[in-house]
């Protein structure tokens, strides 16, 4: 079975230039997680939808990034413009929420992203 | 105070030995709780649930205390293969709540 599928793996780029990030969740879940990944903070959560729809935001760093989630099979998070200290692994992971977010997230292999 | 706290080592063990980390949480609220490891460059990966009553999976033992809120994972055994950072997670304000890991490596 796929599991979370993201894209590109590695981004290379300059400051001022617009990122989007991709993510395919595993086939049935309904609950999509991006996240942000630096030795200084760690494992941060940026946002989560269910059933499509964001739920909690709150950890989005500030108006430059945004995500949207136009179907069960596809998610983007997308920063505009891109600045050096948003440098880090962005993953994506899903669930099955038919008992809330206690379900096992399988995690997606991660974005590299580096701004020049 | 952060939400997860946990040693970052490294915890630098032999092959054969036996290796236990802890974690405390603030929120006693939180309900699930959960070990993840993750390897170098990699994704994290489910290592295994910790419930009230303690749970073991082989060489791994996970326990839970409510009153001192900390979770435990003790490796029995440690192989060359247990060397990653260890998350200790947990529900929390906002759905998972990962803590920053505690780095293990194993040598021969």
């Known amino acids: 079975d796929a599991g979370v599928i993201q894209s590109p793996r590695h981004e290379v780029t300059e400051m001022g230039q617009e990122v989007t990030l991709r993510c395919k969740p595993i086939?049935?879940?309904?609950?999509l997680f991006w996240y942000r990944q630096t030795m200084m903070r760690g494992l941060e959560l940026l946002i989560y939808f269910n059933n499509n729809v964001p739920i909690d935001d709150s950890g989005m760093p500030e108006d430059r990034f945004s995500a949207k989630m136009p179907n069960a099979s596809f998610s983007t998070l997308k920063i505009q413009p891109s600045e050096p200290r948003d440098s880090a692994v962005y993953f994506c992971?899903?669930?099955?929420?038919?008992?809330?977010?206690?379900?096992?997230?399988?995690f997606g292999p991660g974005t590299r992203l580096t701004v020049l | 105070r952060k939400e997860v706290e946990q040693d970052p080592g490294p915890f630098n063990v032999p092959e054969g030995a036996t290796v236990a980390f802890n974690c405390t949480y603030s929120n006693s609220a939180s309900q699930s709780f959960f070990w993840y490891r993750q390897d170098c460059r990699k994704e994290p990966k489910l290592l295994m649930s910790v419930y009230s009553s303690g749970n073991e999976d082989g060489r791994f033992t996970a326990q839970l205390n409510r009153a001192s809120q900390y979770i435990s994972l003790l490796i029995r055994d440690s192989k060359l293969s247990d060397s990653a950072t260890y998350l200790c997670v947990l529900t929390g304000r906002r759905a998972l709540t990962f803590g920053s890991g505690t780095r293990l490596q194993v040598q021969p």
């Open positions: 992971a899903s669930s099955h929420r038919d008992r809330g977010y206690t379900d096992t997230q399988y």
């Open positions: 086939s049935g879940h309904n609950s």
